[in-house]
């Protein structure tokens, strides 16, 4: 018997349903997931099959949404020239950045790793529909930007969802989100929110990796909230 869908409540009986319990165990390890979820760039080739990224799309799609419009849009990146084409983009978004940078922070920034293009198997690019008319404009009037930001936690859920099948994910942000969307052919009104690099990793950490080279730390959360 298939099992029905949660995503749709035509096929629930939500009378019947019983919520679970998520007991100690289970917030451990939900703990873990978070500690353990990574910005993959380095991956190995091995493929992935086809059925997983497609669940890992429809977990995707279990995201909370802005008058639960759902704008979220994916875009499997498969021709080997528009691959070439983002690739490139990046090369000179990068370049560029580098200037930013001066001396020795200079010097650390060239020797970073921020995308695995070349071995990621799978390149998903997710946008944002600007002018979807699901959810009837609720919630957007005075913060429109939340269609983004829906989006942007659809990412979050694949994210965790691909660390759960033991999948890597990097999120490329260095790129030209103009050049992406002529090179993928989407409609103008689709903002780009994520280009990401899906595979297995080489290997797996629990510190990040600008962590592990001395870029950032990780800042402390109570500098990071007020109370008023």
């Avoid at 995503?7 to 919520?19: A, E, F, I, Q």
């Avoid at 993959?40 to 997983?52: A, C, G, K, Y």
């Avoid at 989006?151 to 660390?163: E, G, I, S, T």
């Amino acid at each position: 018997m298939n099992k029905p869908d949660p995503g749709n409540r035509s096929t629930v009986d939500t009378k019947t349903l019983t919520p679970p319990v998520f007991d100690r165990n289970f917030q451990k390890q939900f703990i873990d997931l978070l500690l353990w979820r990574r910005d993959v760039r380095r991956f190995r080739t091995d493929p992935i099959p086809q059925d997983d990224i497609n669940d890992l799309i429809k977990e995707a799609c279990l995201a909370p949404s802005v008058g639960n419009c759902q704008p979220w849009r994916f875009v499997k990146v498969n021709a080997p020239e528009r691959r070439k084409a983002i690739r490139d983009s990046f090369e000179r978004a990068n370049n560029d950045a580098l200037n930013d940078y001066h001396g020795e922070r200079a010097k650390m920034y060239a020797s970073l790793k921020l995308q695995g293009m070349d071995q990621a198997p799978v390149q998903l690019a997710v946008f944002a529909d600007e002018e979807t008319e699901a959810g009837m404009g609720l919630g957007r009037k005075t913060m429109p930007e939340m269609l983004d930001y829906s989006a942007v936690a659809a990412v979050q859920l694949l994210w965790l969802a691909a660390r759960v099948k033991g999948i890597g994910v990097g999120w490329v942000s260095i790129l030209e989100p103009d050049v992406v969307g002529k090179t993928l052919e989407v409609p103008d009104h689709w903002r780009l929110i994520a280009y990401l690099c899906i595979g297995y990793p080489e290997e797996d950490h629990i510190v990040p990796e600008l962590v592990r080279q001395g870029w950032q730390d990780r800042i402390d959360p109570d500098a990071l909230t007020l109370e008023r």
